[in-house]
C-alpha cells in the first residue's frame, strides 16, 4: 500500500514537472499575440459655427478639455466689424449734415 502511494505520489510530481516545462517552452517560442495600435479615438466631432464670418482671435480651450454650458470656447476678430460700424456711423454722420 505505502508503495503504491509512493509512486502515486512520484507520477503526480513528474506529471507536475512536465506540465511546469511544457508551459514555460509554449511562453518561450510563441510570440506576443498582443495587438498595439497607436492613434487617436475621436468620441465625438462638434462644429463650432458662428453667425458671421471672421477669423478667430482667441481659442479658450484644447482638445479633450471638459466644458460647462455657457462657457465661452472660441471669439472672433471683431476689428473688420468695429471698422464697418465706424464707416456707418461716418455715414449717418455726413447724410445730417447734408
Avoid at 481659442?59 to 465706424?86: F, H, M, R, W
Amino acid at each position: 500500500m505505502k508503495k503504491n502511494l509512493r509512486l502515486l505520489s512520484i507520477a503526480i510530481i513528474c506529471l507536475l514537472i512536465a506540465i511546469i516545462v511544457a508551459g514555460y517552452y509554449y511562453y518561450q517560442t510563441y510570440p506576443n499575440k498582443t495587438l498595439i495600435l497607436y492613434g487617436n479615438v475621436d468620441i465625438r466631432t462638434v462644429n463650432l459655427s458662428f453667425r458671421v464670418n471672421g477669423k478667430i482671435q482667441t481659442l479658450n480651450v484644447d482638445e479633450g478639455d471638459k466644458i460647462s454650458t455657457g462657457q465661452i470656447l472660441a471669439s472672433l476678430d471683431n476689428t473688420p466689424y468695429k471698422i464697418a460700424c465706424n464707416a456707418q456711423q461716418v455715414f449717418l454722420l455726413a447724410q445730417k449734415l447734408n
